[in-house]
């Protein structure tokens, strides 16, 4: 097994209500792949193998990172989070947030129910998303050498979560707590994998770059 480095995309359109029209990386999403791709180089980063999504706002933070030959994968994209939020107000009666703070009583509400089958007819079961991070993952660190994974936070903390046996809680609190542009080390550790590295940004640890450290 390869050590895997997951890498939560920069920056999208903050301002959206649906999957579509977030799916774009803002100007300052670009500038933090930017920099991070920078940052990889300049300290002897060496990664044979780039992988994204097939999102928009994977692929444009592999191309600003400096990666546009990223290989990608279907199986890397994002659950639709929005898709979900309308299906529990309408199914449910749960109300969607329209700040950052409610979102942290109603993602772990959404996973609750999601991974309970508790929303009739999901474009995605929970069964079918945690099967293909797994099975991604596992395809990529077959590999030879270390690989670069641009995805989305929502897998990521699904990558986490299979690695360390958390509930549903647990992944939602740890999906809401990764930034923008952060990596995420998966290290094999006895045919298992160990995370080694959570949320770092270090290309945004300078004074004049704290305000680059996002969330959304």
Same mark, same amino acid.
């Given at each position: ?26 100007? =300052? ?8 791709g920078d940052h990889l180089r300049s300290s002897g980063n060496h990664h044979p193998r780039v992988y994204c999504g097939t999102l928009t706002? &994977? ?5 600003? !990172? ?7 994968? #279907? ?25 950052? $703070? ?16 508790e929303i009739s007819e999901p474009y995605e079961s929970w069964l079918q998303f945690e099967t293909r991070t797994r099975q991604a993952l $596992? ?8 690989? =670069? ?8 903390? *699904?990558?986490?979560?299979?690695? *360390? ?5 647990? !992944? ?9 542009? #952060? ?8 045919? &298992? ?16 770059? &704290? ?6």
């Amino acid at each position: 097994m390869s050590h895997i480095t997951l890498i939560r995309h920069g920056q999208a359109n903050t301002s959206a209500r649906d999957e579509a029209s977030y799916d774009r990386l803002s100007d =300052l999403g670009h500038q933090q792949a930017a920099w991070l791709g920078d940052h990889l180089r300049s300290s002897g980063n060496h990664h044979p193998r780039v992988y994204c999504g097939t999102l928009t706002r &994977h692929i444009e933070t592999a191309a600003s !990172m400096g990666y546009t030959d990223a290989v990608q994968d #279907s199986r890397l994209n994002e659950m639709e989070y929005f898709t979900l939020a309308e299906a529990m107000r309408d199914q449910h009666g749960l109300p969607i947030p329209q700040e950052r $703070e409610g979102f942290v009583e109603h993602l772990p509400k959404v996973f609750t129910a999601w991974a309970a089958d508790e929303i009739s007819e999901p474009y995605e079961s929970w069964l079918q998303f945690e099967t293909r991070t797994r099975q991604a993952l $596992e395809e990529i660190a077959a590999g030879e050498g270390p690989a =670069l994974v641009v995805t989305s936070g929502g897998l990521i903390s *699904m990558a986490l979560r299979q690695a *360390m046996g958390l509930d549903t809680t647990g !992944m939602a609190r740890l999906a809401l707590a990764i930034m923008n542009t #952060s990596m995420h080390r998966l290290f094999p550790i006895g045919g &298992h994998w160990s995370p080694v590295l959570f949320n770092a940004v270090p290309h945004l640890e300078a004074p004049d770059r &704290h305000f680059a450290q996002t969330h959304l």
